[in-house]
């Protein structure tokens, strides 16, 4: 599985869009960019997924670049509950073997 | 409502007294996973099992045993708990699919071995 690096910590102000970056050069063309997060210690939440096209759904926008090497989760107006550790995974299949969360980005939505 | 629960949900116990962690879902899913996460290391597989009756090692396997027996089921077995298994653990649960994108993941069940 491709290895990903996120920022360790960001900031954003409530209301704002959060956009929170995932780097993964070594990401292979049948390997999925997926996205959870965890609110302080809950299990973690997927949030959304993507293979090549930007993806939306009621929770954020997935943006992926033209070369799949990098991707960015955007919350497009940031509420308090959004307060959490954001993983970014990329894997072939949502299960499995290894299936490891690395140590994400914590956001904090700051009022 | 469609979940994955673990019991117990905190737990403190001594070092060397065999225990058991239960996870159940509801969700008819095929694959369950054990998690633990620990300070700064981000959440590590333990175990996982793809069908009942079908078992394999994760990233950190040493000292748990798990079983399948049932679909629903999927325990965490700690025969001989040592202090460095002190950690936050979670089970999850997937369909085996290719149209399948999310685990579900239990509360959590937090256990310290004094």
């Known amino acids: 599985d491709a290895k990903t690096t996120q920022p360790p910590s960001m900031d954003c102000a409530e209301g704002r869009a959060a956009n929170l970056p995932c780097n993964h050069s070594?990401?292979?063309?049948?390997?999925?960019v997926y996205w959870y997060r965890q609110i302080h210690s809950q299990g973690p939440q997927y949030i959304i997924h993507g293979l090549k096209n930007n993806e939306t759904n009621e929770m954020a926008s997935l943006i992926i670049t033209e070369d799949r090497k990098s991707s960015t989760l955007i919350l497009p107006h940031a509420t308090l509950r959004d307060t959490a550790v954001y993983y970014c995974i990329v894997r072939v299949d949502n299960y499995g073997q290894n299936f490891v969360f690395g140590p994400g980005t914590r956001l904090s939505v700051l009022p | 409502e469609a979940q994955v629960t673990q019991n117990p949900r905190y737990l403190i116990t001594v070092t060397g007294k065999k225990l058991t962690v239960t996870c159940s879902q509801n969700?008819?899913?095929?694959?369950m996973s054990w998690y633990r996460q620990d300070p700064g290391l981000g959440l590590r597989q333990i175990y996982y099992s793809m069908n009942v009756e079908v078992t394999d090692k994760g990233d950190v396997p040493e000292g748990y045993k798990v079983s399948r027996k049932e679909k629903r089921n999927f325990p965490l077995i700690l025969e001989s708990p040592s202090p460095n298994q002190t950690s936050l653990y979670f089970c999850a649960s997937s369909l085996v699919s290719r149209n399948s994108y999310e685990q579900y993941f239990g509360p959590g069940t937090r256990l310290t071995v004094t």
């Open positions: 969700m008819n899913h095929e694959y």
């Open positions: 070594t990401i292979s063309g049948n390997e999925y």
